[in-house]
T-cell receptor, first 111, second 114 residues
């Protein structure tokens, strides 16, 4: 499976935008880029996903580079409830289309 | 709407005892189902996946097993628990209609083997 690289941790102030980067230089043409977040003691929560075009939903925006070798999850206004581990995952067809989680980025939001 | 249920939420079991964790999905048919485990302070590890009734694939050799007796039911079992089986067990599902769908996770079972 193609792998992703994310910073171990990031910090943001409350009510400011947050840009979480992800590198995936070995992405294949059929891999979808998925983002999930996990709050302490909870299961992962779906955030957003895309293939080639930028995507927006009520939680976040996903900006995908033209060559698809990197992407950025954008939280437009961070709140304290956004403090979590954010996972960038390439979803291919291996293992029954399973998500293979890396270590993710731990986001700290300070008031 | 679709929902996923996992139980129990917490479990404390002695070493050598059996285990059965259950996951059910409602509001969909023929989902892809997955079991993950997260050891303390570690990442999520894929244990098993199933693309249909009776179809189970294992990702990691261990003393755990999985079964899918019904379309929307996924069970994780062990005959004899080890201390190393402690962790946070999560069930997840996604529609079996291609790759352009997100995944939904259950609330998890926190297992402590003593």
């Amino acid at each position: 499976d193609a792998k992703t690289t994310q910073p171990n941790s990031m910090e943001s102030n409350e009510e400011e935008p947050v840009h979480l980067p992800c590198n995936h230089s070995t992405i294949s043409g059929t891999d979808y880029i998925h983002w999930y977040r996990q709050l302490p003691s909870q299961g992962p929560e779906y955030v957003i996903h895309g293939l080639t075009s930028n995507v927006n939903n009520r939680m976040a925006s996903l900006a995908i580079a033209e060559d698809r070798k990197s992407s950025t999850l954008i939280l437009h206004r961070a709140t304290l409830r956004d403090a979590a581990v954010y996972y960038c995952i390439l979803r291919g067809s291996n293992s029954g289309y399973a998500l293979n989680f890396g270590k993710g980025t731990s986001l700290l939001v300070t008031p | 709407s679709q929902t996923i249920h996992q139980w129990p939420a917490t479990l404390v079991q002695p070493v050598g005892s059996p285990l059965s964790l259950e996951c059910t999905v409602e509001g969909t048919s023929n989902p892809n189902l997955y079991w993950y485990r997260q050891a303390a302070g570690r990442g999520l590890q894929l244990l098993f996946y199933s693309v249909g009734i009776g179809q189970i694939s294992s990702e990691v050799p261990q003393n755990l097993s999985a079964s899918r007796p019904q379309d929307r039911q996924f069970i994780l079992s062990s005959k004899k628990l080890l201390l190393s089986d402690s962790g946070f067990y999560l069930c997840a599902w996604t529609p079996d209609r291609g790759t352009n769908y997100g995944y939904t996770f259950g609330s998890g079972t926190r297992l402590t083997v003593v």
